[in-house]
């Protein structure tokens, strides 16, 4: 279907886009959605004469989903790999539904996912800002990305949302239906009981300086150029020293301890 894209970079034939866009998609088994994603996504970027690679950072199976370490990694990955001014930060079920939302960076880090059509396309809350979000790559850098701290589902975004606010930074958002999305349907995953607690502390000592990118540990298990995406499969453990045999996997890898 697309005989003029490889490596996961899509751009305008005639002109320059004026901002060079890595599209970060965390990801673990959920084939059929990436696939709903990428038909949908990739002609809208199209028509927004967007430069943009995608980069899938998927999680290998050894540990619980890590969502805020999945978009650390694939930010830092991608900035090995080229230079952004721009990251989107994209769940594999959001799909924007309006050719105005337009995937770029703005000063303030842009929430393009606002009116979700699972919240009857409803801003969810004042301070949400899952499902599809952009920040500058400096701006992104500046608060140290997303905290590693949680596990299963849920409170990544809230503490990113107190990232923001720290450093003095405000979320924009389309107005209206700009910013509706449709969600693709999965089975609701297991919430993590106790991250109502984590988030308690993370903003009690938001201390964004020991938590974020410059904290992220993780072995590249392998990074695959495909066609219409760039694969980044990582091992990430809960504990901080990874054991003997994840670093045996990673011989002649991509290490970041
Ligand atoms: N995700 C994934 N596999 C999982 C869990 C989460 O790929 O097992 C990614 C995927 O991009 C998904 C996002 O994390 O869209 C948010 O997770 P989920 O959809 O479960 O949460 P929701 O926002 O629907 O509550
Ligand atoms: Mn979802």
């Known amino acids: 279907m697309y005989p003029d894209i490889d490596n996961g970079h899509i751009y305008p034939k005639n002109c320059r886009a004026k901002?060079?866009?890595?599209?970060?998609?965390?990801?673990?088994?959920?084939?059929?959605?990436?696939?709903?994603?990428?038909?949908?996504v990739i002609p809208l970027l199209?028509?927004?004469?967007?430069?943009?690679?995608i980069f899938v950072s998927e999680q290998a199976e050894v540990e619980n989903f890590n969502r805020g370490m999945m978009k650390n990694i694939g930010f830092i990955e991608a900035t090995k790999y080229d230079q952004f001014d721009c990251v989107v930060f994209n769940d594999v079920d959001y799909v924007p539904e309006d050719d105005h939302n337009i995937y770029q960076c703005l000063s303030q880090p842009n929430h393009m996912a606002g009116r979700p059509k699972k919240k009857g396309?409803?801003?969810y809350y004042g301070g949400f800002t899952g499902g599809i979000i952009s920040f500058r790559t400096d701006v992104f850098k500046g608060i140290n990305g997303y905290s590693n701290k949680f596990f299963v589902w849920?409170?990544?975004?809230?503490?990113?949302?107190?990232?923001?606010?720290?450093?003095?930074l405000s979320i924009?958002?389309?107005?209206?239906?700009v910013s509706h999305c449709t969600?693709?349907?999965?089975?609701?995953?297991?919430?993590?009981?106790?991250?109502?607690?984590?988030?308690?502390?993370?903003?009690?000592?938001?201390?964004?300086?020991?938590?974020?990118i410059n904290t992220s540990k993780y072995i590249i298990s392998s990074l695959d150029n495909k066609k219409l995406y760039i694969r980044i499969l990582s091992i990430i453990k809960k504990v901080d020293n990874m054991g003997e045999y994840e670093k045996s996997l990673a011989k002649n890898l991509t290490l970041n301890l």
């Not at 199209?46 to 690679?53: E, P, S, Y």
């Not at 924009?172 to 239906?177: E, G, H, I, T």
């Open 19 to 40: 901002q060079k866009i890595a599209i970060v998609i965390p990801y673990r088994n959920r084939e059929t959605h990436l696939h709903q994603w990428l038909l949908n």
């Open 46 to 53: 199209r028509r927004q004469q967007a430069d943009a690679t």
């Open 121 to 123: 396309y409803k801003l």
């Open 154 to 168: 849920g409170g990544e975004d809230d503490n990113l949302g107190k990232r923001i606010k720290k450093a003095g």
């Open 172 to 177: 924009s958002r389309p107005l209206y239906n």
């Open 183 to 212: 969600t693709l349907r999965h089975k609701v995953d297991k919430r993590q009981p106790l991250r109502l607690k984590i988030l308690q502390e993370t903003n009690r000592n938001l201390e964004t300086e020991y938590d974020g």
